[in-house]
């Protein structure tokens, strides 16, 4: 008769085995939960700079935009720098920024709201220039809705691996 006796470290081996492969089974799901908590951290990053910069600059006037003028940057893309002014408590402002597109979003004479720092009023930016560049909540609510997405769906994360059964 045959001897099936299982040798006495072979067990052991097994139980080894089992936990390696239970190890290696998490790293999807840790990954999936670090990118997700990654991902939140920058859309709460986004929205606190957000909220920041609405308290600093606070106050808010009506500008006149005086010169426009149109370049391309190295890359070949769009760059249109727009020269306006305001008034904050009778002091006149010219202010010049910039921004990348491939339209113009103002033309000379044209109306702009200056947002600036009521303890500085050279201190400022066109408030369509910075939601036209997508300079906004939103991109920090998508942050924040798809790392909670990853962080809450990370049990179930595997990253193609098959069970056994």
């Not at 492969?21 to 790293?27: A, E, H, L, N």
């Not at 408590?89 to 910039?98: D, F, P, Q, R």
């Not at 408030?127 to 998508?142: D, P």
Request: aromatic share 10%.
């Amino acid at each position: 008769m045959e001897n099936n006796k299982i040798p006495e470290g072979f067990n052991k081996a097994i139980e080894i085995a089992d936990t390696v492969s239970r190890v290696i089974g998490m790293i999807p799901k840790i990954i999936c939960f670090l990118v997700g908590l990654v991902a939140v951290g920058i859309g709460v990053y986004g929205w606190w700079e957000d909220a920041s910069l609405k308290r600093q600059f606070s106050a808010r006037t009506d500008g006149v935009v005086i010169k426009v003028e149109h370049s391309l940057s190295s890359k070949k893309e769009d760059i249109y720098t727009f020269t306006y002014k305001y008034s904050v408590e009778g002091a006149e402002h010219v202010k010049t920024t910039s921004s990348t597109t491939s339209n113009p979003q103002f033309s000379v004479s044209d109306s702009a709201t200056i947002f600036y720092d009521p303890s500085n009023p050279e201190r400022c930016y066109i408030a369509e220039l910075r939601s036209s560049t997508g300079e906004s909540n939103m991109g920090a609510i998508i942050f924040i809705v798809v790392g909670c997405l990853l962080m809450l769906l990370s049990p179930w994360a595997n990253f193609g691996r098959v069970r056994r059964r």
